[in-house]
């Protein structure tokens, strides 16, 4: 049985891709058709991990996470975050061969992101540990860890820190599979009923849909969660677009034969011991 809400609570990340896409809801700027949407920022392992109680009604979350959260949980076709031809960023001090990264102690966003599956399917068997997101440019400086995993604006900034390229994930992926690289995406809980759930996808698409329509003035409200790039709009800009697109909009037929390949190679490698299949709302 359907539960009965009038406030919808919406959790995603601390960063610019998502203050941008759902600025229309911060500012009340569309009609939430009688719906009171509040929201919560966490740091995206707290959310992967928050989604797995079932603690919110609509999450962000890793696409790492989602065969742990599907049952309680339908993906939204709208909200994700792709990267064709980018996505994180595997950075050290100095290069790193194949023998030395086999040996090198990894810093990672999470072992439920998104990031670190991708790693594992590139390179298997790396030792790694998990570090705030936030917190990986420094581990690395400091020489706390050998490598680290960047997502968010650390992608954009790793060179300005120092730090050295040694792979981009969605640079290897899509060489892999041609396919854009599923990051993360937008969930909403099965127990709100079939149209409640509609309407408050509709309203998130609405969201996504005004920022672009209105980017100068959603950019303004993100830059005030663009760590790093306060002082830089241009390079804040290109961040935002690089993760709220088209493709946020809708997954298209790429973005779902994406995320169906990401779970089948996960699968065919061990990592999950089940096949996965994507359960997108019928919006």
């Known amino acids: 049985m359907a539960v009965q809400v009038k406030t919808i609570t919406v959790a995603h990340s601390p960063d610019s891709d998502d203050a941008f896409m759902f600025y229309a809801l911060a500012k009340e700027k569309i009609d939430t058709k009688g719906l009171e949407i509040k929201q919560v920022l966490k740091d995206i392992q707290s959310l992967n991990q928050d989604a797995i109680n079932g603690r919110y009604e609509v999450s962000a979350i890793s696409f790492g996470a989602y065969p742990y959260v599907a049952d309680k949980y339908a ?9 064709f031809k980018y996505g994180p960023i595997l950075v050290a001090k100095k290069p790193l061969s194949p023998e030395e990264l086999r040996t090198a102690k990894i810093a990672i966003p999470g072992k ?6 991708t790693l594992q399917l590139y ?13 990986i440019i420094d581990v690395v400086n400091k020489g706390e860890a050998d490598a680290g995993l960047l997502i968010h604006e650390g ?24 396919l854009p690289l599923p990051l993360g995406g937008n969930v909403v809980r099965k127990d709100l009923g079939k149209q409640l759930i509609q309407d408050v996808t ?7 849909v005004y920022s672009l329509e209105h980017r100068p003035e959603a950019l303004e409200y ?12 241009q ?12 493709l946020t909009v809708d997954y298209g037929d790429d973005g779902r034969n994406a995320l169906r390949k990401l779970f089948e190679l996960a699968h065919e490698r061990g990592i999950f011991s089940q096949p996965i299949q994507a359960e997108f709302v019928d919006a």
């Not at 390079?235 to 088209?246: R, T």
């Open 112 to 117: 439920l992101t998104t990031a670190y599956l």
């Open 235 to 246: 390079l804040a800009d290109k961040f935002v677009g690089m993760y709220v697109n088209e």
């Open 222 to 233: 993100a830059l005030e969660f663009a760590r790093g790039m306060q002082t830089n709009r």
């Open 75 to 83: 993906l939204m076709p709208c909200g994700a975050s792709m990267g």
């Open 123 to 135: 390179q298997p068997g790396l030792t790694v540990f998990a570090v705030d997101f936030d917190q």
């Open 155 to 178: 992608q954009l900034t790793y060179a300005s820190a120092g730090l050295h390229k040694i792979v981009d994930l969605g640079e290897w992926w899509f060489e892999q599979t041609g």
């Open 202 to 208: 509709k309203i998130l698409k609405e969201s996504i």
